[in-house]
Protein backbone atom coordinates (compact mmCIF):
# COMPACT_ATOMS: atom_id res chain seq x y z
CA UNK A 1 0.00 0.00 0.00
CA UNK A 2 2.68 2.13 0.54
CA UNK A 3 4.86 1.79 -2.51
CA UNK A 4 1.38 2.21 -4.23
CA UNK A 5 1.23 5.63 -2.65
CA UNK A 6 4.60 6.80 -2.76
CA UNK A 7 3.87 5.77 -6.63
CA UNK A 8 1.05 8.45 -7.09
CA UNK A 9 2.85 10.79 -4.74
CA UNK A 10 5.79 10.48 -7.32
CA UNK A 11 3.47 10.92 -10.48
CA UNK A 12 1.47 13.61 -8.96
CA UNK A 13 4.81 15.90 -8.32
CA UNK A 14 6.30 15.38 -11.78
CA UNK A 15 2.83 16.59 -13.13
CA UNK A 16 2.86 19.37 -11.40
CA UNK A 17 6.73 20.40 -11.77
CA UNK A 18 5.98 19.39 -15.93
CA UNK A 19 3.08 21.68 -15.91
CA UNK A 20 5.07 24.52 -13.88
CA UNK A 21 7.46 24.06 -16.01
CA UNK A 22 5.04 24.80 -19.21
CA UNK A 23 3.53 27.56 -17.02
CA UNK A 24 6.79 29.11 -15.92
CA UNK A 25 8.54 29.18 -19.55
CA UNK A 26 9.05 32.65 -21.22
CA UNK A 27 8.05 31.13 -24.65
CA UNK A 28 5.11 29.20 -23.95
CA UNK A 29 3.69 32.35 -22.01
CA UNK A 30 4.70 34.20 -25.57
CA UNK A 31 2.99 31.67 -27.41
CA UNK A 32 0.17 32.32 -25.22
CA UNK A 33 -0.15 36.11 -25.39
CA UNK A 34 0.19 36.06 -28.78
CA UNK A 35 -2.76 33.75 -29.35
CA UNK A 36 -4.81 35.47 -27.45
CA UNK A 37 -3.80 38.89 -28.93
CA UNK A 38 -4.20 37.61 -32.03
CA UNK A 39 -7.49 36.13 -31.73
CA UNK A 40 -8.83 39.67 -30.41
CA UNK A 41 -7.74 41.45 -32.66
CA UNK A 42 -8.43 39.28 -35.71
CA UNK A 43 -10.95 36.83 -35.17
CA UNK A 44 -13.26 39.14 -32.54
CA UNK A 45 -13.11 41.63 -35.70
CA UNK A 46 -14.51 39.11 -37.88
CA UNK A 47 -17.25 37.41 -36.02
CA UNK A 48 -18.44 41.11 -34.64
CA UNK A 49 -18.73 41.96 -38.53
CA UNK A 50 -20.47 38.58 -39.45
CA UNK A 51 -23.11 39.09 -36.81
CA UNK A 52 -23.47 42.64 -37.40
CA UNK A 53 -24.71 42.08 -41.00
CA UNK A 54 -27.44 40.03 -39.08
CA UNK A 55 -28.45 42.32 -36.48
CA UNK A 56 -31.25 44.97 -36.90
CA UNK A 57 -30.21 48.63 -36.55
CA UNK A 58 -31.85 51.49 -35.00
CA UNK A 59 -32.30 53.02 -38.25
CA UNK A 60 -34.26 50.25 -40.17
CA UNK A 61 -36.60 48.80 -37.25
CA UNK A 62 -39.17 51.18 -38.15
CA UNK A 63 -39.10 50.78 -41.49
CA UNK A 64 -39.73 46.81 -41.44
CA UNK A 65 -41.36 46.80 -37.96
CA UNK A 66 -38.82 44.94 -35.95
CA UNK A 67 -36.55 45.71 -32.94
CA UNK A 68 -33.19 47.27 -32.72
CA UNK A 69 -30.56 44.39 -32.47
CA UNK A 70 -32.68 41.21 -33.25
CA UNK A 71 -31.69 38.86 -35.70
CA UNK A 72 -32.54 40.26 -39.38
CA UNK A 73 -32.20 38.49 -42.87
CA UNK A 74 -33.29 41.72 -43.85
CA UNK A 75 -30.03 43.22 -45.00
CA UNK A 76 -28.63 40.13 -46.77
CA UNK A 77 -31.90 39.69 -48.82
CA UNK A 78 -32.00 44.17 -49.39
CA UNK A 79 -28.59 43.31 -51.31
CA UNK A 80 -29.21 39.28 -52.72
CA UNK A 81 -32.87 39.47 -53.52
CA UNK A 82 -34.14 42.59 -54.20
CA UNK A 83 -35.26 45.15 -56.81
CA UNK A 84 -31.72 47.02 -55.57
CA UNK A 85 -29.69 43.92 -55.64
CA UNK A 86 -28.56 44.93 -59.51
CA UNK A 87 -27.31 48.37 -58.38
CA UNK A 88 -25.96 47.64 -54.82
CA UNK A 89 -24.59 44.41 -55.45
CA UNK A 90 -24.72 42.81 -59.09
CA UNK A 91 -23.38 45.33 -61.07
CA UNK A 92 -20.41 46.38 -58.66
CA UNK A 93 -19.68 42.67 -58.46
CA UNK A 94 -19.13 42.42 -62.34
CA UNK A 95 -17.14 45.10 -62.49
CA UNK A 96 -14.92 44.41 -59.59
CA UNK A 97 -14.08 40.39 -60.93
CA UNK A 98 -13.53 42.37 -64.92
CA UNK A 99 -11.16 44.78 -63.02
CA UNK A 100 -9.43 41.73 -61.05
CA UNK A 101 -9.38 39.09 -63.55
CA UNK A 102 -8.09 41.65 -66.49
CA UNK A 103 -5.59 42.95 -64.21
CA UNK A 104 -4.21 40.03 -62.82
CA UNK A 105 -4.12 38.73 -66.62
CA UNK A 106 -1.94 41.21 -68.39
CA UNK A 107 -0.16 42.50 -65.06
CA UNK A 108 1.17 38.56 -65.04
CA UNK A 109 1.84 38.74 -69.03
CA UNK A 110 4.05 41.94 -68.41
CA UNK A 111 5.53 41.12 -65.26
CA UNK A 112 6.88 37.10 -66.58
CA UNK A 113 8.23 37.96 -69.86
CA UNK A 114 10.01 41.29 -68.56
CA UNK A 115 11.27 38.99 -65.90
CA UNK A 116 12.59 36.63 -68.51
CA UNK A 117 14.05 39.16 -70.80
CA UNK A 118 16.15 40.20 -67.66
CA UNK A 119 17.11 37.26 -65.80
CA UNK A 120 17.39 34.67 -69.30
CA UNK A 121 18.47 36.87 -72.09
CA UNK A 122 21.45 38.94 -73.07
CA UNK A 123 19.44 41.90 -72.81
CA UNK A 124 21.65 45.50 -72.41
CA UNK A 125 21.11 47.66 -70.34
CA UNK A 126 20.21 45.38 -67.16
CA UNK A 127 21.55 47.30 -64.47
CA UNK A 128 18.93 50.12 -65.89
CA UNK A 129 16.35 47.96 -66.58
CA UNK A 130 16.40 46.23 -63.41
CA UNK A 131 15.63 50.33 -61.45
CA UNK A 132 13.33 51.01 -63.85
CA UNK A 133 11.16 48.23 -63.74
CA UNK A 134 10.80 48.75 -59.84
CA UNK A 135 9.71 52.47 -59.82
CA UNK A 136 6.29 51.71 -60.59
CA UNK A 137 6.03 49.36 -57.44
CA UNK A 138 7.04 52.21 -55.02
CA UNK A 139 4.58 54.68 -56.20
CA UNK A 140 0.89 54.17 -55.11
CA UNK A 141 -1.29 53.20 -57.62
CA UNK A 142 -3.88 56.20 -57.10
CA UNK A 143 -0.87 58.05 -57.86
CA UNK A 144 -0.31 56.73 -61.02
CA UNK A 145 -4.58 57.33 -61.14
CA UNK A 146 -3.29 60.99 -61.01
CA UNK A 147 -0.70 60.98 -63.26
CA UNK A 148 -3.69 59.18 -65.91
CA UNK A 149 -6.65 62.13 -65.55
CA UNK A 150 -3.08 64.80 -65.98
CA UNK A 151 -2.32 63.19 -69.55
CA UNK A 152 -5.99 62.18 -70.27
CA UNK A 153 -8.65 64.14 -69.27
CA UNK A 154 -10.46 66.50 -71.50
CA UNK A 155 -12.53 69.25 -70.93
CA UNK A 156 -16.29 67.32 -71.21
CA UNK A 157 -15.87 65.62 -68.16
CA UNK A 158 -12.36 66.83 -66.59
CA UNK A 159 -13.04 70.40 -66.65
CA UNK A 160 -10.06 71.60 -68.15
CA UNK A 161 -7.18 70.15 -70.96
CA UNK A 162 -5.15 67.07 -70.18
CA UNK A 163 -1.27 66.86 -71.78
CA UNK A 164 -2.21 65.34 -74.71
CA UNK A 165 -5.23 67.61 -75.29
CA UNK A 166 -2.92 70.49 -74.98
CA UNK A 167 -0.21 69.48 -76.70
CA UNK A 168 -1.64 67.59 -79.46
CA UNK A 169 -5.09 69.48 -79.58
CA UNK A 170 -6.76 66.24 -79.98
CA UNK A 171 -9.73 65.20 -77.01
CA UNK A 172 -8.93 61.78 -75.45
CA UNK A 173 -12.56 59.95 -75.58
CA UNK A 174 -14.13 59.74 -72.18
CA UNK A 175 -13.54 56.39 -72.17
CA UNK A 176 -9.91 56.11 -72.55
CA UNK A 177 -9.48 59.01 -69.52
CA UNK A 178 -12.13 57.36 -67.18
CA UNK A 179 -13.34 53.99 -66.53
CA UNK A 180 -12.75 50.47 -66.81
CA UNK A 181 -9.97 50.79 -69.26
CA UNK A 182 -8.20 53.63 -67.57
CA UNK A 183 -7.92 51.53 -64.59
CA UNK A 184 -7.10 48.30 -65.71
CA UNK A 185 -4.01 50.05 -67.69
CA UNK A 186 -2.92 51.89 -64.48
CA UNK A 187 -3.30 48.96 -61.86
CA UNK A 188 -1.80 46.47 -64.47
CA UNK A 189 1.43 49.03 -64.32
CA UNK A 190 1.98 48.88 -60.87
CA UNK A 191 0.96 45.21 -60.17
CA UNK A 192 3.17 43.89 -63.22
CA UNK A 193 5.51 44.19 -60.43
CA UNK A 194 4.70 41.54 -58.36
CA UNK A 195 5.36 38.90 -60.93
CA UNK A 196 8.20 40.39 -62.12
CA UNK A 197 9.82 40.25 -58.78
CA UNK A 198 8.61 36.74 -58.06
CA UNK A 199 9.15 34.87 -61.60
CA UNK A 200 12.71 36.47 -61.61
CA UNK A 201 13.61 34.80 -58.66
CA UNK A 202 12.22 31.61 -59.61
CA UNK A 203 13.98 31.89 -63.10
CA UNK A 204 17.29 32.95 -60.86
CA UNK A 205 17.07 29.21 -59.54
CA UNK A 206 16.58 27.41 -62.43
CA UNK A 207 20.01 25.78 -63.50
CA UNK A 208 20.12 27.26 -67.40
CA UNK A 209 20.94 23.56 -68.20
CA UNK A 210 17.45 22.19 -68.25
CA UNK A 211 16.55 24.47 -71.09
CA UNK A 212 20.00 23.84 -72.60
CA UNK A 213 19.47 20.14 -72.73
CA UNK A 214 16.11 20.73 -74.72
CA UNK A 215 17.89 22.78 -77.24
CA UNK A 216 20.41 20.11 -77.61
CA UNK A 217 17.40 17.38 -78.31
CA UNK A 218 16.47 19.73 -80.85
CA UNK A 219 13.82 21.70 -79.72
CA UNK A 220 12.97 25.08 -80.41
CA UNK A 221 12.69 28.16 -78.42
CA UNK A 222 8.89 28.61 -78.38
CA UNK A 223 8.90 24.82 -77.14
CA UNK A 224 11.80 25.26 -74.56
CA UNK A 225 9.40 28.24 -73.24
CA UNK A 226 6.23 26.44 -73.19
CA UNK A 227 7.73 23.18 -72.20
CA UNK A 228 10.53 23.37 -69.70
CA UNK A 229 10.55 27.19 -68.25
CA UNK A 230 6.75 27.72 -68.27
CA UNK A 231 5.79 24.77 -65.81
CA UNK A 232 8.87 25.17 -63.37
CA UNK A 233 8.08 28.99 -62.86
CA UNK A 234 3.80 28.23 -62.45
CA UNK A 235 4.28 27.99 -58.87
CA UNK A 236 5.38 31.97 -58.47
CA UNK A 237 3.17 32.67 -61.58
CA UNK A 238 0.69 31.49 -59.47
CA UNK A 239 0.88 33.15 -56.74
CA UNK A 240 1.51 36.43 -58.40
CA UNK A 241 -1.89 35.60 -59.48
CA UNK A 242 -3.55 35.83 -56.30
CA UNK A 243 -1.52 38.75 -55.01
CA UNK A 244 -2.72 40.80 -57.48
CA UNK A 245 -6.21 39.21 -57.72
CA UNK A 246 -6.70 40.26 -53.95
CA UNK A 247 -5.28 43.56 -54.20
CA UNK A 248 -6.86 44.26 -57.12
CA UNK A 249 -10.51 43.69 -56.11
CA UNK A 250 -10.17 45.48 -53.20
CA UNK A 251 -8.62 48.42 -54.49
CA UNK A 252 -10.52 51.64 -53.70
CA UNK A 253 -7.80 55.08 -54.68
CA UNK A 254 -8.10 54.30 -58.68
CA UNK A 255 -11.65 53.66 -58.31
CA UNK A 256 -12.18 56.83 -56.68
CA UNK A 257 -9.84 58.64 -59.36
CA UNK A 258 -10.99 57.00 -62.78
CA UNK A 259 -14.11 55.63 -62.46
CA UNK A 260 -16.43 57.99 -60.11
CA UNK A 261 -16.99 60.48 -62.86
CA UNK A 262 -18.34 58.24 -65.29
CA UNK A 263 -20.32 55.89 -62.36
CA UNK A 264 -18.83 53.04 -62.38
CA UNK A 265 -18.10 51.09 -59.28
CA UNK A 266 -16.65 48.31 -57.82
CA UNK A 267 -17.59 47.24 -54.47
CA UNK A 268 -14.73 48.46 -53.03
CA UNK A 269 -16.39 52.02 -53.57
CA UNK A 270 -19.84 50.61 -52.34
CA UNK A 271 -18.95 49.45 -49.40
CA UNK A 272 -17.10 52.96 -48.94
CA UNK A 273 -20.48 54.81 -49.80
CA UNK A 274 -22.36 52.55 -47.72
CA UNK A 275 -19.84 53.22 -44.81
CA UNK A 276 -19.76 56.95 -44.78
CA UNK A 277 -23.85 56.77 -45.18
CA UNK A 278 -23.65 55.37 -42.11
CA UNK A 279 -25.07 51.76 -43.63
CA UNK A 280 -22.86 49.70 -41.74
CA UNK A 281 -24.47 46.38 -42.08
CA UNK A 282 -25.01 46.45 -45.85
CA UNK A 283 -21.13 47.51 -45.97
CA UNK A 284 -20.57 44.39 -43.39
CA UNK A 285 -22.26 41.99 -46.12
CA UNK A 286 -20.55 43.46 -49.08
CA UNK A 287 -17.26 42.67 -47.29
CA UNK A 288 -18.24 39.53 -45.90
CA UNK A 289 -18.73 38.72 -50.18
CA UNK A 290 -15.39 40.47 -50.95
CA UNK A 291 -13.58 37.73 -48.38
CA UNK A 292 -15.73 35.06 -49.53
CA UNK A 293 -13.85 35.65 -53.36
CA UNK A 294 -10.54 36.23 -51.65
CA UNK A 295 -10.92 32.99 -50.18
CA UNK A 296 -11.83 30.92 -52.90
CA UNK A 297 -8.93 32.31 -55.18
CA UNK A 298 -6.83 31.32 -52.60
CA UNK A 299 -8.14 27.64 -52.37
CA UNK A 300 -8.23 27.31 -55.91
CA UNK A 301 -4.67 28.89 -56.23
CA UNK A 302 -3.46 26.26 -53.47
CA UNK A 303 -5.13 23.12 -55.19
CA UNK A 304 -3.39 24.03 -58.49
CA UNK A 305 -0.10 24.72 -56.76
CA UNK A 306 -0.64 21.30 -54.77
CA UNK A 307 -2.10 19.31 -58.11
CA UNK A 308 1.21 19.91 -60.23
CA UNK A 309 3.49 17.90 -60.40
CA UNK A 310 6.90 18.72 -58.08
CA UNK A 311 10.35 19.40 -59.98
CA UNK A 312 13.85 19.67 -58.47
CA UNK A 313 15.80 22.53 -60.02
CA UNK A 314 18.66 23.09 -57.53
CA UNK A 315 20.74 19.92 -57.63
CA UNK A 316 24.14 19.32 -55.88
CA UNK A 317 26.22 20.29 -58.81
CA UNK A 318 26.78 24.04 -59.32
CA UNK A 319 24.12 25.78 -61.61
CA UNK A 320 25.36 27.94 -64.02
CA UNK A 321 23.04 30.49 -66.50
CA UNK A 322 23.90 31.19 -70.16
CA UNK A 323 21.62 33.45 -71.46
CA UNK A 324 19.69 33.34 -74.46
CA UNK A 325 20.82 35.16 -77.53
CA UNK A 326 17.98 37.64 -78.49
CA UNK A 327 19.87 38.29 -82.08
CA UNK A 328 18.47 40.49 -84.86
CA UNK A 329 15.73 41.39 -82.24
CA UNK A 330 17.51 42.70 -79.35
CA UNK A 331 17.66 46.31 -80.94
CA UNK A 332 13.92 46.06 -81.39
CA UNK A 333 13.04 44.52 -77.96
CA UNK A 334 15.06 47.10 -76.74
CA UNK A 335 13.94 49.84 -78.06
CA UNK A 336 10.55 48.63 -77.21
CA UNK A 337 11.39 48.21 -73.44
CA UNK A 338 13.05 51.87 -73.76
CA UNK A 339 9.89 53.37 -74.98
CA UNK A 340 7.63 51.32 -72.48
CA UNK A 341 9.67 52.71 -69.43
CA UNK A 342 9.78 56.47 -70.55
CA UNK A 343 5.86 56.55 -71.90
CA UNK A 344 4.42 54.44 -69.17
CA UNK A 345 6.60 55.02 -66.28
CA UNK A 346 9.05 58.41 -66.39
CA UNK A 347 6.34 60.72 -68.97
CA UNK A 348 3.79 60.61 -66.75
CA UNK A 349 5.45 60.99 -63.25
CA UNK A 350 6.87 64.42 -65.21
CA UNK A 351 3.43 65.78 -66.08
CA UNK A 352 2.23 64.61 -63.11
CA UNK A 353 5.11 67.07 -60.98
CA UNK A 354 4.44 69.55 -63.65
CA UNK A 355 0.84 70.20 -63.65
CA UNK A 356 1.80 71.18 -59.49
CA UNK A 357 2.90 74.45 -61.13
CA UNK A 358 0.69 75.31 -63.50
CA UNK A 359 -1.90 77.90 -62.48
CA UNK A 360 -4.53 76.66 -64.27
CA UNK A 361 -5.33 73.07 -65.15
CA UNK A 362 -4.62 72.88 -69.24
CA UNK A 363 -3.06 75.68 -70.39
CA UNK A 364 0.57 74.59 -70.38
CA UNK A 365 2.42 77.85 -71.43
CA UNK A 366 5.29 79.14 -69.70
CA UNK A 367 3.36 82.47 -68.59
CA UNK A 368 0.50 79.94 -66.60
CA UNK A 369 3.46 78.60 -64.37
CA UNK A 370 3.57 79.37 -60.72
CA UNK A 371 4.64 78.26 -57.40
CA UNK A 372 1.41 78.92 -55.82
CA UNK A 373 0.14 76.07 -55.11
CA UNK A 374 3.55 75.43 -53.22
CA UNK A 375 4.16 78.43 -51.25
CA UNK A 376 0.96 80.88 -51.88
CA UNK A 377 -0.46 83.12 -49.31
CA UNK A 378 -4.06 82.34 -50.25
CA UNK A 379 -4.73 85.39 -51.41
CA UNK A 380 -6.44 84.18 -54.13
CA UNK A 381 -10.03 83.46 -53.03
CA UNK A 382 -10.93 81.65 -56.55
CA UNK A 383 -7.66 78.82 -55.55
CA UNK A 384 -8.18 76.14 -53.51
CA UNK A 385 -11.15 78.08 -51.95
CA UNK A 386 -7.99 80.21 -50.66
CA UNK A 387 -6.06 78.00 -48.81
CA UNK A 388 -2.51 78.86 -49.11
CA UNK A 389 -0.05 76.62 -50.82
CA UNK A 390 0.71 73.42 -49.14
CA UNK A 391 4.09 74.08 -47.71
CA UNK A 392 2.09 77.16 -45.78
CA UNK A 393 -1.06 75.07 -45.26
CA UNK A 394 -0.97 74.37 -41.47
CA UNK A 395 -3.45 70.90 -43.03
CA UNK A 396 -0.32 69.93 -44.79
CA UNK A 397 1.96 69.90 -42.08
CA UNK A 398 -0.40 68.35 -39.86
CA UNK A 399 -0.87 65.63 -42.50
CA UNK A 400 3.15 65.29 -42.80
CA UNK A 401 3.50 64.81 -39.41
CA UNK A 402 0.81 62.55 -38.93
CA UNK A 403 2.17 60.50 -41.92
CA UNK A 404 5.59 60.23 -40.19
CA UNK A 405 4.46 59.43 -36.90
CA UNK A 406 2.44 57.26 -38.51
CA UNK A 407 4.68 55.18 -40.76
CA UNK A 408 7.51 55.19 -37.77
CA UNK A 409 5.15 54.18 -35.01
CA UNK A 410 3.26 51.62 -37.21
CA UNK A 411 7.20 49.99 -38.54
CA UNK A 412 8.40 49.65 -34.89
CA UNK A 413 5.47 48.00 -33.15
CA UNK A 414 4.51 46.22 -36.67
CA UNK A 415 8.17 44.60 -36.97
CA UNK A 416 8.30 44.00 -33.32
CA UNK A 417 5.06 42.14 -33.36
CA UNK A 418 5.66 40.67 -36.54
CA UNK A 419 9.28 39.07 -35.89
CA UNK A 420 7.61 37.78 -32.33
CA UNK A 421 4.95 35.71 -35.02
CA UNK A 422 7.56 34.91 -37.41
CA UNK A 423 9.56 33.53 -34.21
CA UNK A 424 7.00 31.39 -33.20
CA UNK A 425 5.82 29.73 -36.45
CA UNK A 426 9.60 29.34 -37.04
CA UNK A 427 10.00 27.30 -33.66
CA UNK A 428 6.77 25.65 -33.18
CA UNK A 429 6.64 24.92 -37.26
CA UNK A 430 4.91 21.08 -37.43
CA UNK A 431 3.58 21.87 -33.83
CA UNK A 432 -0.20 23.03 -32.74
CA UNK A 433 0.69 26.49 -31.95
CA UNK A 434 2.93 27.14 -34.68
CA UNK A 435 0.23 26.12 -36.81
CA UNK A 436 -2.81 28.43 -35.27
CA UNK A 437 -0.49 31.19 -34.79
CA UNK A 438 0.11 31.09 -38.47
CA UNK A 439 -3.27 30.64 -39.70
CA UNK A 440 -4.25 33.66 -37.46
CA UNK A 441 -1.38 36.36 -38.65
CA UNK A 442 -2.49 35.20 -42.57
CA UNK A 443 -6.24 35.93 -42.06
CA UNK A 444 -5.76 40.00 -42.84
CA UNK A 445 -4.44 39.06 -46.01
CA UNK A 446 -8.11 37.67 -47.08
CA UNK A 447 -9.91 41.05 -45.93
CA UNK A 448 -10.04 43.70 -48.65
CA UNK A 449 -8.21 46.53 -47.25
CA UNK A 450 -11.01 48.96 -47.41
CA UNK A 451 -13.24 45.98 -45.86
CA UNK A 452 -10.28 45.88 -42.92
CA UNK A 453 -10.60 49.38 -42.09
CA UNK A 454 -14.73 49.33 -41.90
CA UNK A 455 -14.23 46.21 -39.64
CA UNK A 456 -12.13 47.75 -37.24
CA UNK A 457 -14.12 51.67 -37.80
CA UNK A 458 -17.55 49.50 -36.37
CA UNK A 459 -15.77 47.85 -33.71
CA UNK A 460 -13.84 50.16 -31.88
CA UNK A 461 -16.20 53.04 -32.38
CA UNK A 462 -17.30 51.88 -28.63
CA UNK A 463 -16.15 50.66 -25.40
CA UNK A 464 -14.91 47.39 -24.71
CA UNK A 465 -14.64 46.52 -21.28
CA UNK A 466 -11.34 47.86 -20.16
CA UNK A 467 -10.72 49.58 -23.88
CA UNK A 468 -12.20 52.82 -25.03
CA UNK A 469 -13.91 53.59 -27.69
CA UNK A 470 -11.07 54.71 -30.29
CA UNK A 471 -13.43 56.18 -32.62
CA UNK A 472 -11.53 59.36 -34.45
CA UNK A 473 -8.16 58.95 -32.34
CA UNK A 474 -4.78 58.40 -33.93
CA UNK A 475 -4.52 54.92 -31.89
CA UNK A 476 -7.24 53.25 -34.25
CA UNK A 477 -5.48 54.10 -37.05
CA UNK A 478 -1.90 53.10 -35.71
CA UNK A 479 -3.49 49.50 -34.93
CA UNK A 480 -5.41 48.98 -37.83
CA UNK A 481 -2.36 49.55 -39.92
CA UNK A 482 -0.49 47.23 -37.35
CA UNK A 483 -2.71 44.35 -37.49
CA UNK A 484 -3.06 44.69 -41.51
CA UNK A 485 0.12 44.62 -42.30
CA UNK A 486 1.45 41.28 -39.51
CA UNK A 487 1.15 38.58 -42.31
CA UNK A 488 3.67 40.47 -44.63
CA UNK A 489 5.76 40.87 -41.57
CA UNK A 490 5.50 37.67 -40.10
CA UNK A 491 6.31 36.06 -43.20
CA UNK A 492 9.40 38.28 -43.03
CA UNK A 493 9.79 37.12 -39.43
CA UNK A 494 9.59 33.53 -40.15
CA UNK A 495 11.53 33.65 -43.36
CA UNK A 496 14.21 35.36 -41.24
CA UNK A 497 14.18 32.81 -38.12
CA UNK A 498 14.12 29.85 -40.04
CA UNK A 499 18.08 30.91 -40.52
CA UNK A 500 18.99 30.96 -37.64
CA UNK A 501 19.65 27.33 -36.15
CA UNK A 502 18.36 25.51 -32.55
CA UNK A 503 21.52 24.50 -31.84
CA UNK A 504 22.63 27.97 -31.01
CA UNK A 505 20.33 28.18 -28.55
CA UNK A 506 20.26 24.89 -27.15
CA UNK A 507 23.78 25.39 -26.18
CA UNK A 508 22.89 28.62 -24.43
CA UNK A 509 20.72 26.79 -22.71
CA UNK A 510 23.20 24.62 -21.44
CA UNK A 511 25.37 27.18 -20.25
CA UNK A 512 22.39 28.49 -18.47
CA UNK A 513 21.18 31.52 -20.34
CA UNK A 514 17.02 32.32 -20.04
CA UNK A 515 15.43 33.09 -22.34
CA UNK A 516 15.27 36.21 -22.20
CA UNK A 517 18.76 36.36 -22.55
CA UNK A 518 19.00 34.28 -25.20
CA UNK A 519 16.91 35.78 -27.32
CA UNK A 520 18.80 39.83 -26.91
CA UNK A 521 21.96 37.75 -27.40
CA UNK A 522 21.46 35.72 -29.88
CA UNK A 523 18.39 35.71 -31.82
CA UNK A 524 17.73 39.76 -32.07
CA UNK A 525 21.56 39.97 -33.26
CA UNK A 526 21.35 37.84 -35.65
CA UNK A 527 17.84 38.78 -36.86
CA UNK A 528 19.01 42.47 -36.46
CA UNK A 529 19.02 42.29 -40.85
CA UNK A 530 15.26 41.53 -40.98
CA UNK A 531 13.89 43.63 -37.91
CA UNK A 532 15.73 46.16 -40.47
CA UNK A 533 13.93 44.89 -43.71
CA UNK A 534 10.86 44.30 -41.46
CA UNK A 535 10.91 47.84 -40.63
CA UNK A 536 11.27 49.41 -44.30
CA UNK A 537 8.78 47.26 -45.83
CA UNK A 538 5.98 48.75 -43.01
CA UNK A 539 6.91 51.74 -43.09
CA UNK A 540 7.27 52.50 -47.43
CA UNK A 541 4.10 50.59 -47.08
CA UNK A 542 2.35 52.72 -44.64
CA UNK A 543 3.75 55.75 -45.99
CA UNK A 544 1.65 54.90 -49.66
CA UNK A 545 -1.44 53.29 -47.45
CA UNK A 546 -4.79 54.94 -48.70
CA UNK A 547 -7.53 52.18 -49.01
CA UNK A 548 -7.02 51.02 -45.31
CA UNK A 549 -7.49 54.18 -43.43
CA UNK A 550 -9.75 56.46 -45.88
CA UNK A 551 -13.19 55.33 -43.58
CA UNK A 552 -10.94 55.50 -40.27
CA UNK A 553 -9.00 58.89 -40.87
CA UNK A 554 -10.62 62.15 -39.40
CA UNK A 555 -9.30 65.80 -40.41
CA UNK A 556 -7.19 65.43 -37.00
CA UNK A 557 -5.69 62.51 -38.15
CA UNK A 558 -5.56 63.04 -41.63
CA UNK A 559 -2.27 61.59 -43.33
CA UNK A 560 -0.45 62.85 -46.97
CA UNK A 561 -2.23 60.21 -49.13
CA UNK A 562 -5.44 61.12 -47.64
CA UNK A 563 -5.02 64.60 -47.69
CA UNK A 564 -4.51 64.37 -51.29
CA UNK A 565 -7.79 62.34 -51.97
CA UNK A 566 -9.45 65.38 -50.41
CA UNK A 567 -7.70 68.00 -52.25
CA UNK A 568 -8.60 65.55 -55.71
CA UNK A 569 -12.32 65.29 -54.60
CA UNK A 570 -12.67 68.99 -53.89
CA UNK A 571 -11.31 69.79 -57.65
CA UNK A 572 -7.78 71.17 -56.69
CA UNK A 573 -5.77 68.61 -58.87
CA UNK A 574 -2.44 70.59 -58.71
CA UNK A 575 -2.64 70.50 -54.70
CA UNK A 576 -3.42 67.14 -54.71
CA UNK A 577 -0.73 66.22 -57.40
CA UNK A 578 1.94 68.43 -55.03
CA UNK A 579 1.08 66.73 -51.91
CA UNK A 580 1.21 63.19 -53.91
CA UNK A 581 5.13 64.30 -55.19
CA UNK A 582 5.97 65.15 -51.79
CA UNK A 583 4.90 61.71 -50.51
CA UNK A 584 6.29 59.39 -53.30
CA UNK A 585 9.25 61.14 -52.82
CA UNK A 586 9.53 60.54 -49.28
CA UNK A 587 9.10 56.99 -50.26
CA UNK A 588 12.02 57.49 -53.35
CA UNK A 589 14.40 58.73 -50.17
CA UNK A 590 13.94 55.58 -47.97
CA UNK A 591 14.12 53.36 -50.89
CA UNK A 592 17.38 54.94 -51.62
CA UNK A 593 18.70 55.09 -48.35
CA UNK A 594 17.88 51.64 -47.67
CA UNK A 595 19.84 50.81 -50.70
CA UNK A 596 23.16 53.11 -49.23
CA UNK A 597 23.03 50.41 -46.65
CA UNK A 598 22.38 47.65 -48.50
CA UNK A 599 18.48 46.32 -47.45
CA UNK A 600 18.02 44.62 -50.95
CA UNK A 601 15.11 43.31 -50.11
CA UNK A 602 13.14 46.26 -49.63
CA UNK A 603 12.09 46.67 -53.60
CA UNK A 604 9.87 43.37 -53.25
CA UNK A 605 7.89 44.88 -49.92
CA UNK A 606 6.42 47.98 -51.69
CA UNK A 607 3.09 46.78 -52.89
CA UNK A 608 -0.09 48.56 -52.18
Known sequence: ??????????????????????????????????????AYLILLPLLDMITTSFTLSAKDARRIHGDVGQFTLYYWQRLLASNLSKSLLYIPLRNSLLIACCVSFFAILLGSVLAWLMVRTDLPFKGFFSTAVIIPYMIPSWCKSQAWITMFKNERIGGAMGFVQGVTGWAPPDWLAYGPIAIVIVLTLHYYAYAYLLVSAALNSINSELEEMGGVLGAGKATILRRITFPLVLPAMLSAVILTFSKSIGTFGVINFLGSKVNFSTLSSMLYSNSKSQNTQMAFAMAIIM??????????????????????????????????????????????????????????????????????????????????????????????????????????LNALKNSLVLTFTTAIFGTIFGQTAGYICAKGRGKVHGGIVEQLVFIPYLVPSIAFGAIYLSMFSVSHGPIPSLYGTFALVVLVSVVKHLPFASRSGTSNMLQISGELEEAATIEGA?????????????????????????????????????????????????????????NSTQASNAVAVVMFSIVFLVYALANIFGDADLAKSMGG
Open 514 to 570: GFFKRFISIVFPLAKGGFISGFMLIFVSIMKELDLIILIITPKTATLPYLAFQYQNG
Open 291 to 396: IAIASITVFVNQQLIGKRKSYATIGGKGGRSTPISLGKHKPIITGILLIFFAVGVIMPLVILVAETFMLQEGNWSLSNMTLYYWIGDGSKKDIMEGLPGIFRNPSF
Open 1 to 38: MRKVTTENYSKSKRLKNQIKAVVTNPYNLIVLVAIILL
